[in-house]
């Protein structure tokens, strides 16, 4: 198991939304807030409610813990037997649907796509031997991309801007999927991404748009114009990894 420990309860939320942990281990008392408050905080929040959360505590609270979502209560001090059972049922498949879910994939074909475990979300075999398209202007942005993907098995090809990627994709139409900024010269992502889709043969060719921009237009926009998903800079590696997963294991 990889775990990550936090002794405060305001990064709780935080380090949940990032990581999407199987389950959490909640002590009710926190040096910085009340466990309780942490709980209810995981559990209004869409991207983390769904994330069991199993509380170990000294401290009385079983029934008002329960009412607010636990999964459990359990007293301290802990038993190894007990928490190697808790760890024994920990429902990766349904966590790792909600993952799927959160990733906000614009495709439903997808899921009706994938059968039994939805383990490709974590699958590293899907970058094997794949060509990616890193479109970017910016040689920074470029170089940070390659890095995340460096050592997978893929072959990266670059275009500096929107007219370069269908000069490459020309040449390449065997390309798995295309990383696209949207602010660019000459021609930005949007158009980059309508012309791609306008050749019968690039009509599912997974395109994740890069944007800066986090207003909700800017984000339907990128998908009005055919992009298959999209991601907000500065890149998370966790998700873009994640999102690409999704898409190359299609």
Known sequence: ???IVSPRGRDCVGFAERFFPHGI?????????????????????AKTRNIPVHVFSGADGESEAM???????????????KLEQLLKNLPTEDI????????HSVDSKIAKSKSGSPGYLLNENVFEGKSILIVDDDIRNVYSLRQILHGRGSSILVAENGREALE?????????LVLMDIMMPEMDGYEATRRIREEA???????????????????????????????????????L???MRVWLGK
């Open 67 to 81: 009412r607010r979502g636990a999964k459990e209560f359990v007293a301290k001090p802990i038993s190894m037997e």
């Open 25 to 45: 281990i909640l002590d009710l008392k926190l040096p910085d807030m009340d466990g309780l408050d942490v709980l209810t905080d995981l559990k209004s929040n």
């Open 241 to 243: 990894l994640m999102l």
């Open 201 to 239: 043969r690039f009509k599912t060719l997974p395109i994740i748009a890069l944007t800066a921009k986090a207003m909700k237009d800017d984000r339907e926009k990128c998908i009005a114009a055919g992009a298959s998903d999209y991601l907000l800079k500065p890149i998370d590696t966790e998700k």
């Open 168 to 176: 490459v994709l020309a040449e390449h139409p065997e390309t798995d």
């Open 96 to 103: 790792l649907e909600d993952i799927s879910l959160f990733l």
């Open 1 to 3: 198991f990889k775990c």
